[in-house]
């Protein structure tokens, strides 16, 4: 049960005819596609974060994506990454299957915002191979925001926010209980992965529990069989092709939840744990383990106020734990001692949801303060330990004036960054002072002012003007080691300054019975931009990387169209277009995807027999040839004797077909097919971190089945 308030700040007759032209586009639409473009279905969907006051998606000043239920379902992949890939203005850098950290607009790592139910979450993303620590299995809904988006989720949103929400609680009709589950298993064949499992859901008319277990565990990854280039004599032909070593993992997550519904709302306690350990293969062939975990505690409260208020009160403890090898050192001989970062997080954040005040006619109005305290107890440094704090004031509110919706908040952060050498178990440079601490204090104003305007009752044009801010983070200060990880040296800068953008999007919205889609343009200029940079020095062979920072512009075209031909056959695709630059050199900001279209074609075949809703979707994926931008990471791999940083076009081809049987519970038991790279094509993407000296991965076949039970 969900307790909102009854205000909905849009005209009754633009929903009506989202509802009834995206329930028929349902009623054909293939998992894979239907998860593709636009995967909302409004009469069930809406936003509940990010906005002014809970409401349809599409008719939202901010670009929102939500992704749940079934369409959740149908895109849950292995990493946070890979099941956003397919969504406008979001793509994911890879390492193998291990990592997919989410890029939204050609931002990622410390400028993409994480959160948990709302609450921001660290997971020392300042490495490119360090992936979120969520398992989108166990997600009740996930929240994309494309653009500037510290309004809401303060320091770290320049580029945007993904709020990764447990399944919501559910309570049975007075007098009657609920069981049910859900569970799920699934087979890779290219690295003989195995993902086994459950989600649980019970209670009565006041108390909810929800549980769920996923066990995910995989072998070596295989590219195509190809010439390496000690076999061919080619600089730019990789050093490994078909297995890859030390590319294997095991993952343990879990999560469990407990609500209570009672005459003063509604109140939950959740819990989340996150196991991972794998190797990864370094460029010399060898392998390095490496050990995480990350442990959540939140406590969540809804409440309905007298006067169309809503409060709703959250507290949140995360505890992270990573544990790295020195280069050279796999997993299979236990951890060696050399990185060992640990925090704790501790987050209280009030909002209070209102309906009509004064002018406005809905909104939020909020208080958070976070605080972090972080310990470094290997023999190597990389990142010392220190504090964090930040406290914030927001407020962001809504009108309706016609055909026209206006949006508009302001914020206010109070950061503080302490390194600490108390912390610290091997020394630092930058802290090398009297008191061993050195702390850095920023306080900034950021904003948001949108507008929806409803031209027809099946076209709308939004715009969003949001300022963004990102205060310098404990490695971006301090680092100082090797970073075993990317075979590199990473140096901090104790003289950076926070990131501010100014972040504009306009874009058209149609919803039409057979036609849907979206086109938007954006631009982000960000002020004191913060990225890793070639020295051009080495040191131990390794090449060393200091940050330093220099204003940036962004600009990008999103474009989605959703096409129903006939009752059977849907046509969809997904354009993005990015460029980036640094203003002091004219380069390209490093990291940023290649131009890439996607196209799909689903066929929906009639029920026969026992087969049920079967289906078959062939898929195109084409990604445009991209250079490296000189000096980012991994731009070293250009001028080595094997491999590239720079990558060439590609076009995959991609098979999905499924159908559903008779279950054993309250639906029915589900069979999907995927076949990634059909023909096992030799490519490396330009966000793939293994691309300087490997292929991405060649074929793969997914086998899965979906198994509800009870009900």
Do not use: C
């Amino acid at each position: 049960m969900q307790l909102l308030p009854s205000y909905r700040p849009f005209s009754t007759v633009i929903s009506a005819l989202f509802i009834s032209s995206t329930a028929a586009v349902a009623e054909t639409a293939s998992p894979e596609a239907a998860a593709l473009v636009i995967p909302i279905e409004l009469d069930a969907i809406e936003v509940t974060a990010g906005v002014p006051v809970p409401g349809d998606p599409l008719l939202q000043a901010a670009n929102v994506v939500v992704l749940s239920g079934e369409q959740l379902r149908e895109r849950e992949r292995f990493t946070l990454g890979e099941t956003l890939d397919a969504l406008p203005g979001v793509s994911a850098i890879n390492t193998g299957n291990q990592v997919g950290k989410p890029v939204i607009r050609g931002l990622s790592g410390n400028q993409i915002q994480i959160l948990s139910n709302g609450i921001g979450v660290d997971y020392q993303q300042y490495g490119e191979r360090h992936p979120p620590n969520i398992d989108p299995f166990l997600a009740g809904r996930i929240e994309v925001v494309r653009g500037a988006s510290s309004l809401l989720y303060g320091s770290g949103a320049l580029g945007g926010a993904v709020d990764v929400q447990a399944p919501a609680f559910e309570f049975a009709a007075p007098g009657e209980t609920l069981a049910e589950a859900d569970t799920l298993f699934v087979y890779h064949s290219n690295n003989a992965q195995w993902d086994a499992g459950v989600k649980a859901r019970g209670g009565n008319d006041s108390v909810s529990l929800n549980a769920g277990l996923m066990r995910r565990s995989g072998g070596y990854l295989n590219t195509p069989n190809a010439d390496t280039a000690a076999e061919s004599g080619n600089p730019s032909d990789p050093k490994f092709t078909g297995e890859l070593p030390y590319t294997d993992f095991d993952q343990l997550n879990a999560q469990f939840g407990l609500g209570v519904l009672t005459d003063f709302g509604e109140f939950g306690l959740r819990y989340t744990q996150w196991n991972d350990e794998n190797n990864f293969l370094l460029p010399t062939g060898q392998g390095i383990g490496l050990w995480l975990r990350n442990d959540q505690l939140q406590f969540t409260g809804d409440m309905a106020l007298s006067g169309g208020w809503q409060l709703k009160p959250t507290l949140s403890w995360q505890n992270n734990l990573r544990r790295a090898n020195a280069p050279g050192d796999a997993r299979a001989g236990g951890y060696d001692g050399t990185i060992n970062l640990e925090f704790d997080l501790y987050t209280a954040r009030l909002e209070a949801v209102h309906e009509h005040l004064g002018f406005f006619d809905g909104g939020t109005l909020g208080i958070e303060y976070a605080s972090k305290t972080q310990y470094s107890r290997g023999t190597t440094v990389l990142v010392p330990g220190g504090e964090v704090t930040n406290l914030a004031l927001f407020a962001f509110e809504s009108k309706d004036i016609g055909d026209l919706t206006l949006q508009a908040g302001l914020r206010h952060d109070w950061h503080s960054v302490t390194g600490d050498a108390g912390k610290t178990s091997a020394p630092v440079a930058f802290l090398d002072t009297g008191s061993g601490r050195d702390s850095h204090d920023y306080a900034v104003f950021t904003g948001s002012l949108g507008a929806v305007y409803r031209l027809t009752e099946g076209l709308a044009l939004a715009g969003n003007l949001g300022r963004g801010f990102r205060a310098p983070t404990l490695f971006e200060l301090y680092a100082d080691g090797v970073h075993g990880g990317v075979a590199a040296i990473q140096v901090g800068n104790p003289d950076l300054d926070p990131e501010t953008s100014l972040n504009l999007d306009v874009g058209l919205r149609w919803q039409l019975p057979r036609l849907s889609g979206s086109a938007t343009v954006y631009r982000n200029a960000i002020s004191d931009y913060i990225y890793l940079q070639d020295t051009g020095q080495s040191e131990g062979g390794l090449p060393i990387f200091a940050y330093q920072q220099d204003d940036a512009l962004l600009n990008g075209l999103e474009l989605e169209a959703r096409w129903q031909a006939t009752d059977q056959l849907e046509f969809s695709g997904v354009l993005d277009l990015v460029r980036g630059t640094n203003d002091r050199t004219d380069e390209d900001l490093p990291l940023l995807p290649a131009d890439s279209l996607r196209l799909e074609a689903t066929y929906r075949l009639a029920d026969y027999g026992l087969l049920r809703e079967p289906y078959i979707t062939l898929g195109l994926r084409h990604s445009a040839a991209k250079d490296a931008a000189p000096g980012e990471p991994f731009a070293q791999f250009d001028t080595m004797p094997f491999g590239t940083a720079s990558t060439d076009a590609y076009t995959l081809l991609d098979l999905d077909l499924g159908f559903a049987l008779p279950g054993l519970g309250r639906e029915d038991a589900r069979i999907d097919l995927a076949v990634r790279n059909l023909f096992d094509t030799e490519y490396r993407d330009f966000l793939d971190t293994y691309k300087g000296y490997a292929l991405s991965p060649g074929r793969d076949i997914r086998l899965s089945l979906s198994l509800p039970l009870g009900g």
